[in-house]
């Protein structure tokens, strides 16, 4: 997702409930895309990657899937849990460097 | 040890100060960055050290001034920092530079008075 101004697009869930978190990106050559989490006051934590082969990935909890023909990224959180609540990037590869997208704040009430 | 390590936490300088933000890693990774991020925005890259050299400066002003001394060790050089740059400052890690998979730091929340 996109961030306006200083407002990050906010998803709000009921705690047990499955998250979807969509993000779009723009570079057609990227073949490799992550996920980050970061909760307030630290850096981000990796959760889970794909590579362009490939339009479904698994983790634990988490699922990611590809959609290369409209250039989208999802990250779909099972049961959700108030350690979940963070703020969640994706990125891409752009040659040798990861683009981040804007963020999406995700807040799980109980 | 799979842990990306950055001190200080949190660091107050004033415009005329010099300071040092460290950064640390045993993962054996030989690519290092430095980001910084603004309130609510996601992570700039300003600076890639891959194999102890300077590979990547996204045109960051010379008051930032990055240094590796070794493989495990990235420093960022800080002088006459403006108001501007108050922001976390990020370090990350990677196997090598093509790997994508980046470990970050818990970052140095700077405040520039």
Known sequence: GESVGL?????SVQEGDNSIINCAYSNSASD????????SGKGPQFIIDIRSNMDKRQGQR??????KTVKHLSLQIAATQPGDSAVYFCANNAGNMLTFGGGTRLMVKP | DTEVTQTPK?????????????????????AMYWYKQKAKKPPELMFVYSYEKLSINESVPSRFS????????LNLHLHALQ??????YLCASSPGHSSYEQYFGPGTRLTVT
């Open chain 1, 7 to 11: 407002h990050l697009p906010t998803l």
């Open chain 1, 32 to 39: 490799y895309f992550i996920w980050y989490k970061q909760e």
């Open chain 1, 62 to 67: 988490v699922t990611v899937l590809l959609n």
């Open chain 2, 10 to 30: 949190h660091l107050v300088m004033g415009m005329t100060n010099k300071k040092s933000l460290k950064c640390e890693q045993h993962m054996g990774h030989r």
């Open chain 2, 66 to 73: 990055p240094e590796c001394p070794n493989s495990s060790l």
């Open chain 2, 83 to 88: 108001p501007e740059d108050s922001a976390l």
